[in-house]
């Protein structure tokens, strides 16, 4: 078992940037794919960046493109979403997801991870 924590969140201004953090514990996760998902009130769970077990492929969506970058070092065993040119849209939660051992390949899909985080609160102000 591998335990998540993030950290990094808090609230910002508008147009300003946050580095979001996600540790893991337990297990090292160099050979799992990670992501990073977010749910602001009223909302689904939504996809929004996730990298490969290498760090050399990733994925962001659409609503963030340009502007989040996901990174990680495996010999920290964390994970980072940085984010740019924040608006009240990015208010959320903002988890950190990694999927089973061995199981390296990026994914958009929330049901393929398998150890999560309890979460950070991102809040935009306007």
């Known amino acids: 078992q591998v335990q998540l924590t993030e950290s990094g969140g808090g609230l910002v201004q508008g147009g300003g940037p946050l580095r979001l953090s996600c540790a893991a514990s337990?297990?090292?996760?160099?050979?799992?794919?990670a992501g990073w998902f977010r749910q602001a009130p009223g909302k689904e769970r939504e996809f929004v960046a996730a990298?490969?077990?290498?760090?050399?492929?990733?994925s962001v969506a659409d609503s963030v493109k340009g502007r989040f970058t996901i990174s990680r070092d495996n010999a920290k065993n964390t994970v980072y979403l940085q984010m740019n040119s924040l608006t009240t849209e990015d208010s959320a939660v903002y988890y950190c997801?990694?999927?089973?051992?061995?199981?390296?390949?990026?994914?958009?899909?929330?049901?393929?991870?398998?150890?999560w985080g309890q979460g950070t609160q991102v809040t935009v102000s306007s």
């Open positions: 997801a990694v999927r089973r051992a061995s199981s390296g390949r990026a994914s958009t899909e929330a049901t393929e991870y398998f150890n």
């Open positions: 337990g297990r090292t996760f160099g050979s799992s794919a």
């Open positions: 990298i490969d077990w290498t760090g050399s492929i990733t």
